[in-house]
């Protein structure tokens, strides 16, 4: 490879006209320009204010693990990072960009083997289990009486960051891009037609695309060009090195990596490296990070005191890390979000304005999100599924309190696994609370945040029985569930109709009829899926409504589109102002002919339909739907209503025997009629053909989006096939099902999107994306380390209400 010279570009020169250009010249933004000028997206160019690498990249540790415990579809990002990364060298005589040393994550507590074992159990873990023996030999200096075992991730290593950015810069320039450096006070603006001037001390660009990968800088830079404000805090990260040590001279150790303790050790030559997640009391953080913050500011001089407690652990674990002195210690600032994970997309309502930011871990990412976001710019569309880095995602909701109280916590768990993210209890309630939060809450409410909004998850103290309980409300009398963390978004205007028709697979019904569709994007993969439900007069007014994930991704690909297609329409969340809640059951038609004068027989309000009621001398609009799959409808109304709704449909339905239920009791209800869901089944990473609905796919009607591949999916064999599996014996009940291996003759075919146990088989159901070559008699379903026998359903072990 090429070293990198500075003033490659010479900025005399700079042209007038880029394609895309990328501002920021770490990691992050170096490998989206290399990776767009790999695809030959047009002339690029990438700005940085100072030298490359000099921002957070300087200071970054180097460590690469492919380890990625919440959230798995972070995993090809890493995968990608490790190969290319693999690949590349400073020049011919200092050797390769990345050193390849492993990882061996050490389990002190039986929990913490147990989380490990799960882990294992998972699609593409390219991890092994390791007795403390074994941890000996590969880390002679560990007192292994400590520790129960360890996880070992032998593709895991570091990295130079500074250097990998002079290659990745050298490999762009390589490949067309124009590369500047020393290029401080840019300023952007907008100049119509989808297009940017980036202004430099040495003139003015004119761009169709501007990519913001500013790392420390990109917080201000948003703000100074758009007048708005991104959920960034500047996090303190410390580590410190060992004096050189006679005892690591003839070793060449993994990485340790200790969960429980959240520090991590790596070796450097005859020294050791020690690091550390202190906790939340400890967090040192800014909210914000001005242009004209030094690197070398006070902000960045470590404090050990604060990760001293950590490092007397480590020492207990490695007593040998005492005896070898500490040399110095550095900090670095960690650009973080709330949950931790970065921001990367496009934003809403800036056309053609992306950004790469809030990375806690740039290294590791670097490699796929260049390439993950250069395919998107180019092709128009994300290449596969990623919706926890959704820049979207963080709306009004997430106020200051919020953010600064998260983003502790999400740093101080940096190694957690102990507790998924809608867990964690910082910063909870949000504003984003239903009018019965209260209520609930006194009927012993256990809840759940999801997209701001707190979900209840089920009521009472012991969850299995509790699930069991509603679940028997739900299939044997009534029950109430709180919908009011739904995705609402209303489509309005003169040519609604014909933009929905545009952007969902199926007719688009009449006033009154509900229908459920899929959005796909251009490769017929499924963006998301809705329930449309007409309002108003037709053809001018719709309810798009989803499940809360889908919140942020279905509002920037509906207004994307209507903008690019040029349909006059509105989009817009009305999450904040509407409320829904489904009462559920057997006697829920009973209940609700309590609280109306209107006929609710099935001749007069056939399933699918809607009407427009007042419950309580409240108007609500009734849906008679349910995705339990058993005889219900949906109450949507104002939400400053709620309260009065909830109590009069409860006081209506006592002498049914009414009660709550939690959405894990309806994840059993929905599994059990195969009822796939959004997010979990139906997703980016799979076509719609793939999904099992390419039945639903009307062909015939008036061209729509993905139209032209769904036709080339039905003519061919897909991949995979989605398709729902019984276990021949039940799963542990605690289990969280998150990307299984599924396996047949003993090699893995497929993995898990979504599991439950299910009352009426009296075992674990599980939905599993397969290969379809697979041979479905012989599948199995590796959970927590155990193989579980898995029978393929051709048929839902329920039938929805509606046919029975």
């Not at 349909?567 to 002919?593: H, I, K, T, W, Y």
Request: glycine share 8%; hydrophobic share 40%.
């Amino acid at each position: 490879m090429f070293r990198w010279k500075a003033g490659y570009a010479d900025r005399r020169g700079l042209i007038s006209e880029a394609d895309v250009v990328v501002i920021g010249g770490g990691v992050i933004g170096t490998s989206i320009a290399y990776h767009l000028a790999r695809r030959q997206a047009g002339r690029i160019v990438l700005l940085e204010r100072e030298r490359l690498g000099s921002g957070s990249t300087s200071h970054a540790d180097g460590l690469l693990t492919y380890y990625q415990y919440i959230a798995p579809s972070f995993k090809r990002l890493v995968a990608y990072s490790l190969d290319l990364y693999s690949g590349l060298k400073y020049d011919e005589h200092e050797g390769d960009c990345f050193q390849r040393c492993g990882t061996l994550r050490l389990a002190t507590t039986e929990q913490c083997l147990a989380e490990f074992k799960r882990y294992l159990s998972r699609w593409e873990s390219r991890a092994t289990m390791l007795s403390p023996s074994e941890v000996g030999e590969r880390w002679p200096l560990v007192d292994v009486s400590k520790i129960k075992g360890a996880l070992y991730t032998s593709c895991d290593g570091f990295v130079n960051a500074p250097q990998l950015c002079q290659v990745l810069a050298s490999l762009a320039a390589k490949e067309g891009a124009l590369v500047y450096e020393h290029c401080p006070n840019l300023k952007t603006t907008y100049a119509g037609d989808g297009h940017w001037d980036v202004e430099t001390v040495d003139g003015s660009i004119r761009a169709a695309n501007v990519v913001i990968a500013a790392g420390l800088y990109g917080k201000e830079s948003v703000r100074a060009t758009l007048q708005y404000e991104l959920p960034l805090l500047f996090v303190l990260h410390q580590h410190l090195k060992t004096q050189s040590s006679d005892l690591l001279n003839d070793l060449s150790i993994p990485v340790i990596e200790h969960p429980t303790g959240s520090y991590y050790i790596r070796q450097d030559g005859s020294r050791l490296v020690f690091g550390a997640f202190e906790k939340e009391n400890c967090v040192r953080m800014l909210d914000e990070w001005c242009a004209r913050q030094p690197m070398s500011g006070d902000f960045l001089q470590p404090n050990f005191e604060i990760i001293k407690e950590q490092y007397n652990r480590a020492c207990e674990l490695v007593p040998s890390l005492r005896d070898m002195g500490i040399e110095g210690n550095w900090s670095e600032a960690l650009c973080m979000t709330p949950d931790g994970f970065p921001l990367v997309g496009p934003l809403l309502n800036y056309e053609n304005y992306w950004i790469a930011l809030g990375f806690a871990d740039n290294l590791a990412y670097a490699g796929g999100i260049g390439k993950y976001l250069a395919d998107w710019i180019v092709d128009g569309e994300p290449p596969f599924e990623l919706s926890e880095a959704e820049p979207g995602r963080f709306q009004e909701w997430t106020d200051s309190r919020f953010r600064v109280a998260k983003t502790k916590e999400s740093y101080s768990m940096h190694f957690s696994q102990a507790a998924t993210l809608s867990e964690r209890p910082a910063g909870r309630p949000t504003t984003r609370v239903s009018g019965i939060f209260g209520a609930l809450l006194t009927h012993g409410a256990h809840m759940q945040l999801v997209s701001g909004w707190e979900n209840p998850t089920y009521f009472g103290t012991k969850r299995q029985e509790s699930i069991a309980r509603e679940y028997r409300l739900a299939t044997e009398a009534c029950g109430l569930i709180d919908l009011s963390s739904l995705s609402m978004i209303e489509i309005r205007g003169s040519s609604a109709h014909q933009f929905l028709q545009y952007m969902t697979v199926k007719d688009v019904l009449e006033i009154s009829e509900i229908s459920y569709s899929c959005l796909l994007s251009t490769k017929g993969k499924i963006v998301s899926q809705v329930k449309i439900i007409p309002q108003a007069q037709r053809e001018k007014q719709f309810l798009l409504v989803s499940s809360s994930d889908q919140e942020a991704v279905n509002v920037r690909w509906l207004s994307m589109h209507a903008l690019q297609e040029k349909f006059p329409v509105e989009v817009l969340n009305v999450s904040q102002f509407l409320a829904s809640m489904s009462l559920v059951g057997p006697s829920s038609r009973d209940v609700l002919s309590r609280l109306t004068k209107s006929s609710l027989s099935e001749q007069d309000f056939p399933h699918m339909t809607s009407k427009l009621l007042r419950l309580a001398s409240v108007p609500v609009i009734v849906c008679h739907t349910s995705q339990t799959g058993e005889l219900g409808y949906e109450l949507y109304h104002s939400r400053a209503d709620t309260l009065r709704i909830y109590e009069e449909v409860m006081k209506a339905g006592q002498r049914f025997g009414i009660g709550n239920i939690g959405w894990d009791a309806v994840n059993v209800l929905r599994m059990e009629k195969g009822i796939k869901l959004p997010g979990l089944e139906l997703n980016l990473d799979h076509d719609i053909v793939e999904a099992g609905l390419g039945d639903t796919v009307v062909l015939d009607k008036a061209d729509f989006m993905g139209r032209h591949a769904v036709r080339e999916l039905l003519a061919k064999k897909p991949s995979q096939t989605l398709v729902l599996l019984k276990l021949d014996r039940p799963a542990p009940k605690d289990h969280c099902f998150l990307r299984e291996k599924v396996s047949c003759n003993g090699q893995t075919v497929g993995y898990v999107t979504s599991g439950c146990f299910s009352y009426l088989c009296n075992t674990t159901l599980a939905f599993a994306y397969v290969d379809s070559g697979a041979d479905l008699t012989r599948l199995e379903v590796e959970v927590a380390g155990n193989r579980y026998a898995a029978e393929y359903l051709r048929m839902a072990p329920a039938k929805p209400y509606f046919r029975r």
